[in-house]
T-cell receptor
Framework: DAGVTQSPTHLIKTRGQQVTLRCSPKSGHDTVSWYQQALGQGPQFIFQYYEEEERQRGNFPDRFSGHQFPNYSSELNVNALLLGDSALYLCASSLVGDPLGAFFGQGTRLTVV | QKEVEQDPGPLSVPEGAIVSLNCTYS??????FMWYRQYSRKGPELLMYTYSSGNKEDGRFTAQVDKSSKYISLFIRDSQPSDSATYLCAMSSSGSARQLTFGSGTQLTVLP
């Protein structure tokens, strides 16, 4: 079982650009959540996808959008990148309604310059 | 004020020491309480969880929840250098989506 896989592992983008991050959930999981973890901080919830729909959203601007595909994999898109978007982006997969079974990937380290 | 407050440390202890990590929270809706361990350049991994108030023990680790005080703790007995990591408390309500709200993490170093 490969667990949760995220790609790419590292990314450097220029302010104003757009970025797409990808996540493949753990086998058997149907729900994907995205978190942003700034340096020295805990992860902050961005949004959660289930059945290809956004179920819940944290306090993030519309520049952050996502998608879930029929195979449960997911993408996180960030438009008009700001320097403050530099962070570790974590994907967590789980079965719907089960917070205790959330498995996290290793994350994508995004640096905006 | 943040919903979950956690002392960021850093905390440095000798091998074999008992470690106490704590979080306080303000949201009475939180029902599930978790501790995650995060090694450098890795994603968080679930260490322990409790539902509502009470204690839970797993080997060298004990998690405690006091909902009346809105206070949770993680105790590590006989700490080992391999326990060196960042420890994150996390909480969720009983809603269907159950997003996790994390503390800021405590960086722990166990010295051999």
């Amino acid at each position: 079982d490969a667990g949760v896989t995220q790609s790419p592992t590292h990314l450097i983008k220029t302010r104003g650009q757009q970025v797409t991050l990808r996540c493949s959930p753990k086998s058997g999981h149907d729900t994907v959540s995205w978190y942003q973890q700034a340096l020295g901080q805990g992860p902050q919830f961005i949004f959660q996808y289930y059945e290809e729909e956004e179920r819940q959203r944290g306090n993030f601007p519309d520049r952050f959008s996502g998608h879930q595909f029929p195979n449960y994999s997911s993408e996180l898109n960030v438009n008009a990148l700001l320097l403050g978007d530099s962070a570790l982006y974590l994907c967590a997969s789980s079965l719907v309604g089960d917070p205790l079974g959330a498995f996290f990937g290793q994350g994508t380290r995004l640096t905006v310059v | 004020q943040k919903e979950v407050e956690q002392d960021p440390g850093p905390l440095s202890v000798p091998e074999g020491a008992i470690v106490s990590l704590n979080c306080t929270y303000s949201n009475s809706a939180f029902q599930y309480f978790m501790w995650y361990r995060q090694y450098s350049r890795k994603g968080p991994e679930l260490l322990m969880y409790t539902y509502s108030s009470g204690n839970k023990e797993d080997g060298r680790f004990t998690a405690q929840v006091d909902k009346s005080s809105k206070y949770i703790s993680l105790f590590i007995r006989d700490s080992q250098p391999s326990d060196s990591a960042t420890y994150l408390c996390a909480m969720s309500s009983s809603g269907s989506a159950r997003q996790l709200t994390f503390g800021s993490g405590t960086q722990l170093t166990v010295l051999p």
